[in-house]
């Protein structure tokens, strides 16, 4: 059984359809990319994924259970946790306070634990920073204190939005290992990236969204070397 399914899920606003027909499934213990271009509904895919938004018809099962109708905060509970691509911590607080308050309504909510939260930003390569205000950090260490507090929520399924974004060579670098060593701790991914050299390096699959639309879905190889793909993507004409 798929920890994550989308059966035919469509979503409009008003005349302007930004998801249309989308079905996949998603396996346990997987990462998979999303890419496309500017506009072409990846961010709303996410939002229809957590319940952010909700569809305007078809379905979505995460863990078995159909959660088509069901609120962000629920979904969060069963274990689907999200960052976002611009980071916005709570700048007045310590790095491991926006730890403590993600962590407050995640899985098994209603307590926190600040010894799970210390070991997030030890895998997170925050722990020396745990007592400083968020405001005053980098943009890698915005982007890890993101990725700590999606990971605060103890999610199953994580996804990440263009968290490479805005990063130099070397900090994407970086950032690439920290993802790899939370997969590799047993976290599903679902990456949405520009920065297609970094999604590579960690995703086994890549689809490919336009206009709400999945036209591509395969090997990251597979799918680069679609024609359609390189038109729509990367501007190549045939």
């Known amino acids: 059984m798929a920890l994550l399914e989308l059966q035919q899920v469509n979503k409009a606003f008003g005349a302007v359809v930004v998801a249309k027909d989308v079905s996949f499934a998603i396996e346990d213990g997987s990462a998979v990319g999303i890419i496309g271009p500017n506009g072409a509904g990846k961010s709303t895919l996410f ?4 319940g ?17 109708g069901r609120s962000a905060m629920h979904r969060c509970h069963l274990g689907i946790g999200r960052s976002f691509q ?7 607080l310590t790095v491991l306070e926006n730890l403590l308050v993600a962590n407050c309504f995640g899985a ?14 030890e895998q997170t390569e925050l722990l020396d920073k745990a007592n400083l205000p968020a405001g005053s950090l980098s943009l890698l260490d915005r982007k890890r204190l993101e990725l700590s507090r999606a990971m605060a929520t103890r999610p199953r399924l994580l996804l990440l939005d263009e968290i490479a974004g805005g990063l130099t060579d070397a900090e ?35 689809l490919v969204l336009n206009f709400g639309e999945i036209i591509g879905d395969g090997t990251p190889t597979d799918v680069m070397a679609s024609r359609e793909v390189q038109e729509i ?5 045939a």
Do not use: M
Not at 47 to 50: D, E, F, K, R, W
Not at 110 to 121: E, F, G, N, R, S
């Open 47 to 50: 939002n229809l994924i957590t």
């Open 52 to 68: 952010n938004l909700s569809a305007s018809s078809g379905k979505v099962h995460f863990g078995g259970e159909d959660v088509t």
């Open 86 to 92: 611009v980071p916005q911590p709570f700048e007045k």
């Open 108 to 121: 098994e909510a209603a307590y926190y634990d600040p010894d799970t939260c210390a070991d997030i930003l």
């Open 172 to 206: 994407c670098k970086s950032l690439i290992e920290t993802i790899r060593s939370l997969h590799a701790s047993g976290v599903t991914i679902i990456w949405i990236e520009h920065v297609l050299h970094a999604l590579t390096a960690v995703v086994d699959r890549l």
């Open 233 to 237: 993507y990367l501007g190549i004409e």
